[in-house]
């Protein structure tokens, strides 16, 4: 073959390439050209074609959208993915995704575009600038018989920001739950220690009452502020199991009776038998929050009325009062979130405009709903709960058992020994003294070093029950010291008991891994420590 002859050959292989490369572009294999020069720079051509209305389509996404080459680079991609990348749009055609990601990740990247789809959260690597968080996601599509690899970055950062920020709530609102409990717990232990003085001044009886009455209210408050942000957001877990609704209205009543001495109205309850599933603490709160806030709102001796029965199969609680009413124009945002029907300059009536908001959320989360009915200011208000109703069990003892009515063990007098840990000096003088009043030998220590210290000081000798507050300083907290105790001879069988001021469903599940067998959250009524020491009997393993 002579030099025109291969020159002839040359030129149909072109050509043949050429007809190749046209036909690819026809059939739209191709959605761009990348030409290198003989400096060796780049130019990309993106083609234009009956996809435009398409391409303007994917223009106006808020998402980052690119076409990717088998390899990885960028064939195309929209205005808003160069604006993520923080590049010019032209720099951006050509050059490989793994640019903008961070370089220990190339073998995500690559095994993302052998399987041709993947999905994962990084944070894209920009030079001198704040990064951003994105969501990657890649898929495959084919046209005209020909694969595409197709990739989205979904700015994330405000929904990340979002999550930091609600965590760092729940940490302050579990901190400042346990500051609140901690002087709660001590007010409450020295009302009790008075209380035990037998005292015989009218007017110091009255004080203790007072001082009893409000610790129990800000203790509600408390509760309640950090319930509604966990109903809200959907958090809260219930513990399902077969309630006598009559049951727990007519012991949440007596409580709220008791504690309602000598104040405005009075309540009448009208209950029948009637079964739900549900978690009783939380069915509880429900009427703890509607009957307390009707009688706050009742005038003197006004009558707040409950009644308690079945309404076709729904069980129905229905608290009406004969208050200062619902306006109008509040009733339908009334179970709002910090809404209140009256505001006056004094306050008087307080509340947070929680309560509502929480019986709204418990009761949709028990399957039910809360409806609420005035005639408007000065004729009082009606709030009626409806949940699904169950069969009664047929088991004699159940509903004794699932309502937690039942009698406990006989109050026993006998002398335990006792160790108390908390920081706070107030409450753990005052639980020491009211723990020794009831004929108990109490040891204490402000932190887990001193309580360790204090057990190797006993020789061995067995305490029955240790009750220790979580958040103790130093490099040792509650959980730490359960754990430690665990591993002592003499804290084998020992009865660790959780006293703090951190109650979210959390806090429970981590204390029962340390090895607690209670939890409870301050404020503690010194008789509930009392009857802890009273149940407890002296047999391995308690």
Known sequence: MNVDDMDIEELRER?????GNLHAIYSGEIDALLLTD???DRRVFTLRSADAPYRALVERMQEGAATLSITGDIVYCNQRFADLVRTPLEQVFGTPVGRYLPPNEGE?????????SGRYQTRLVLEGQEATEVQVTLSSIVLDDVEHRTLILSDISSLARAQRES?????FLAMLAHELRNPLGAIQ???HALALMNQTEPMAQRATGIIKRQVTHMARLVDDLLDVGRAVTGKIVLKRAPVNLAEAVKSSVTSIASGNAGNRGRIDLVSEPVWVSGD???VEQIVENLVSNALKFTRGDGVVSVFVGSEGADAVLRVADQGVGIPAEVLPTIFDLFVQAHHTIDRSRGGLGIGLTLVKRLAELHGGKV??????????????????GIPAPRVDGVEHAANGNGHGPQRSFESRRVLLVDDNNDSREMYRAVLRAHGHDVCDAPDGEHALALLAALDGAPLDVAFIDIGLPGGMDGYELARRIRGLPQGANMRLVALTGYGFPEDRMQSRRAGFARHLVKPVDPETLHRELS????????
């Open 535 to 542: 149940a407890l009997t002296r047999a391995k393993g308690h």
């Open 371 to 388: 409806h609420a009915h005035s005639d408007g200011e000065d004729h009082g208000a009606t709030f009626t709960v409806r949940l699904p």
């Open 280 to 282: 009783l603490v939380r």
């Open 108 to 116: 995500i990247i690559r095994t993302m575009l052998d399987h041709g």
């Open 15 to 19: 050509l043949a390439e050429a007809e």
């Open 38 to 40: 003989e400096q060796g």
């Open 189 to 191: 232990g020295a009302v």
């Open 167 to 171: 965590r760092s709530k729940d940490e």
